[in-house]
C-alpha cells in the first residue's frame, strides 16, 4: 500500500558539507546515514550559490522541480544549465561540482545509488 508524504513531515538532515538541508524522502538500509547507505531519494533547496557534496563511489541523478533553474559548473567539462524543463542530469558523486543560481532559490529532486550495489534511472 502507497502511503502519501507530506515534505513538511519529511526528516530533515544537513547537507554533508554543511551548506543546506535536504528533506530526505527514502534511504536504504532504513536508518542508514549519509556515510553507509546503498540508496537515497530526497529534495533540498539550493538557496545560495556554492559546492556540491561529495560523495565517493555514488552515482547521482538530479532533477529541478521548481525555481529557474542553476547553472552547474563540473571540475571535468564545461557548465551544464538545469532548468525545471531539462532532463535529469546524471553524474558521479565524487565530481566536484559548483552551482551558480540562475534567480531565487530552487527546489530540486536527487536520487544517489551506490556504485555497483544499485543503479537507478531518473526520467
Not at 515534505?7 to 534511504?27: C, F, R, S
Not at 550559490?49 to 559548473?73: C, H, M, N, P, Y
Not at 553524474?91 to 551506490?114: I, M, P
Request: proline share 4%; net charge neutral.
Amino acid at each position: 500500500m502507497a502511503a502519501l508524504l507530506r515534505q513538511q513531515d519529511l526528516p530533515l538532515q544537513t547537507w554533508k558539507n554543511g551548506g543546506g538541508v535536504t528533506a530526505e524522502i527514502a534511504i536504504s538500509p532504513q536508518g542508514a546515514h549519509l556515510a553507509d547507505f546503498d540508496w537515497r531519494i530526497s529534495m533540498a533547496t539550493i538557496g545560495a550559490d556554492g559546492g556540491f557534496s561529495e560523495f565517493t563511489g555514488i552515482d547521482r541523478s538530479l532533477v529541478i522541480l521548481a525555481g529557474k533553474g542553476v547553472s552547474l559548473q563540473f571540475d571535468k567539462g564545461g557548465p551544464q544549465l538545469l532548468t525545471p524543463k531539462d532532463k535529469p542530469l546524471r553524474f558521479a558523486g565524487e565530481d566536484k561540482v559548483y552551482a551558480s543560481l540562475l534567480q531565487d532559490e530552487v527546489t530540486d529532486f536527487n536520487v544517489t545509488t551506490g556504485r555497483g550495489r544499485y543503479c537507478h534511472l531518473l526520467r
